[in-house]
T-cell receptor, first 114, second 112 residues
Framework: LAKTTQPISMDSYEGQEVNITCSHNNIATNDYITWYQQFPSQGPRFIIQGYKTKVTNEVASLFIPADRKSSTLSLPRVSLSDTAVYYCLVGDIRSGNAGNMLTFGGGTRLMVKP | DAGVIQSPRHEVTEMGQEVTLRCKPISGHNSLFWYRQTMMRGLELLIY????????DSGMPEDRFSAKMPNASFSTLKIQPSEPRDSAVYFCASSRQYNEQFFGPGTRLTVL
């Protein structure tokens, strides 16, 4: 299984851009990178998924370098409501081996301050 | 769409009692997952189903835990007998195959 490493916590201020990096040194060729967000007392919510280079949606951007051994979730102009735990997952979503996708790890606790 | 529905939202029971947690996945999703979350262990996958068939139950802590999916719109997670260390938030999630997972609101279980 591809193991991921993220910072335990990060602090930011409203209006700033936040970048959370995830290391996944043993990522496999067919593995995708997926990020989830979890608010207190709620289940995780899908944010973004990518394979290489850059992916952008209405919520975030995901940057993946050429060697794919790490990835960076970028949240533009965060607000207080972005305070949450962010999880990085790595796995092969097409192999039928769902077990490879489902290790959430400890996540990064982001605190956005006013 | 109503999203993933879980019941009950809160359950308080005494050690030794049987506990049954229920989940209704999103219509059209063919994969269903049960997770457990605690402060100490984080979010752990217990079992997942694909097309109502259990694919991997290696995360189920012990024989006291069992899960069923009798049809595409319903699943249960049962603990018998329950123990205080089973206290946690239990999440159910569903997806189309193994893509983006949609999580339910969770069931907060307290075993006294």
């Amino acid at each position: 299984l591809a193991k991921t490493t993220q910072p335990i916590s990060m602090d930011s201020y409203e209006g700033q851009e936040v970048n959370i990096t995830c290391s996944h040194n043993n990522i496999a060729t067919n593995d995708y990178i997926t990020w989830y967000q979890q608010f207190p007392s709620q289940g995780p919510r899908f944010i973004i998924q990518g394979y290489k280079t850059k992916v952008t949606n209405e919520v975030a951007s995901l940057f993946i370098p050429a060697d794919r051994k790490s990835s960076t979730l970028s949240l533009p102009r965060v607000s207080l409501s972005d305070t949450a735990v962010y999880y990085c997952l790595v796995g092969d979503i097409r192999s039928g081996n769902a077990g490879n996708m489902l290790t959430f790890g400890g996540g990064t606790r982001l605190m956005v301050k006013p | 769409d109503a999203g993933v529905i879980q019941s009950p939202r809160h359950e308080v029971t005494e050690m030794g009692q049987e506990v049954t947690l229920r989940c209704k996945p999103i219509s059209g999703h063919n994969s269903l997952f049960w997770y457990r979350q605690t402060m100490m262990r984080g979010l752990e996958l217990l079992i997942y189903f694909n097309n109502n068939v259990p694919i991997d139950d290696s995360g189920m802590p012990e024989d006291r835990f069992s899960a069923k999916m009798p049809n595409a719109s319903f699943s249960t997670l049962k603990i018998q007998p329950s123990e205080p260390r089973d206290s946690a938030v239990y999440f159910c999630a569903s997806s189309r195959q193994y893509n983006e997972q949609f999580f339910g609101p969770g069931t907060r279980l307290t075993v006294l």
